[in-house]
C-alpha cells in the first residue's frame, strides 16, 4: 500500500471517476453510463397537478453524473441523453422523448448545469457537505434559469405563470435531492481516501 495514494485520491483537480484507471473504454462507459442512469433515474417520476412538468429523478441523477464524471464528461453524457431523447429514445420523465415538449428546456438545462457543477467539482466542490450543498443549488438554479422561460414560450405561460407551474411545487423535492447528494459525494471521498 502506497502512503501517496490517499493524498492522491483526495488532491483536487481530480473527479471520482478519475479514481478508475484512464483509458478510452473507461471514458466511453462513463459518458453511456452517465446518460443511462440519467434515463434510469427520469422514469422515477410523480405528474404534477396543473404542470407539464413531472417530478422525476433526472435532475438529481444529471446534478450526480455531472459531479463525478468532470465537467467534459458530464456534458457529454448529459448530451447523449438529450439527443438520444430528442431523436426517439423513450427515457425523458415517463417515457416520453421528443424535443417538443414543454419540458425540453429542462433538459436543456441539465446539460448546462452537469457542466458547470463538473467543472465545481474538479476544484474541490464534492469534498465537504457545505460545498456540495452550494454546489447543487447552483446546478438546480441553472436547470430552472433555462427551463422555465422555456415553458413559458412552449406553453404560452406567462413567466409567472411559468414559475408556479415549474419551478415552485419543485423547491422542496430539490431541496431533498440536494440533501441526499451532501452524504453521497463527500462519503464517497471519504471512502475512496480509506481505500487508496
Known amino acids: 500500500m502506497s502512503i501517496a495514494a490517499p493524498a492522491r485520491s483526495l488532491r483536487p483537480g481530480i473527479v471520482l471517476a478519475d479514481l478508475v484507471p484512464a483509458s478510452r473504454a473507461r471514458d466511453i462507459a462513463l459518458v453511456v ?8 433515474a427520469a422514469q422515477l417520476s410523480v405528474p404534477v397537478p396543473g404542470s407539464p412538468v413531472p417530478v422525476s429523478g433526472q435532475t438529481f441523477a444529471a446534478l450526480l453524473v455531472g459531479t463525478a ?5 458530464g456534458f457529454l453524457a448529459l448530451a447523449l441523453y438529450a439527443v438520444a431523447g430528442a431523436a426517439g429514445v423513450p427515457w425523458f420523465a415517463q417515457a416520453t ?11 436543456l438545462g441539465m446539460l448546462l448545469a452537469a457542466t458547470v457543477v463538473g467543472a465545481l467539482a474538479r476544484r474541490g466542490a464534492d469534498r465537504s457537505v457545505l460545498r456540495t450543498a452550494g454546489a447543487m443549488a447552483l446546478g438546480s438554479v ?4 433555462v427551463g ?3 415553458l413559458a414560450l412552449a406553453t404560452g405561460m406567462t413567466f409567472g405563470q411559468a414559475v408556479a407551474a415549474g419551478l415552485t411545487p419543485f423547491l422542496i423535492g430539490d431541496a431533498l435531492k440536494a440533501a441526499l447528494a451532501m452524504g453521497v459525494l463527500p462519503a464517497a471521498w471519504k471512502l475512496a481516501g480509506r481505500k487508496g
Open 97 to 107: 422523448s421528443g424535443y417538443g415538449m414543454p419540458s425540453f428546456g429542462y433538459i
Open 33 to 40: 453510463g452517465g446518460a443511462a442512469l440519467t434515463g434510469l
Open 69 to 73: 464524471l468532470g465537467a467534459r464528461r
Open 142 to 145: 441553472i436547470i430552472y434559469t
Open 148 to 150: 422555465v422561460p422555456y
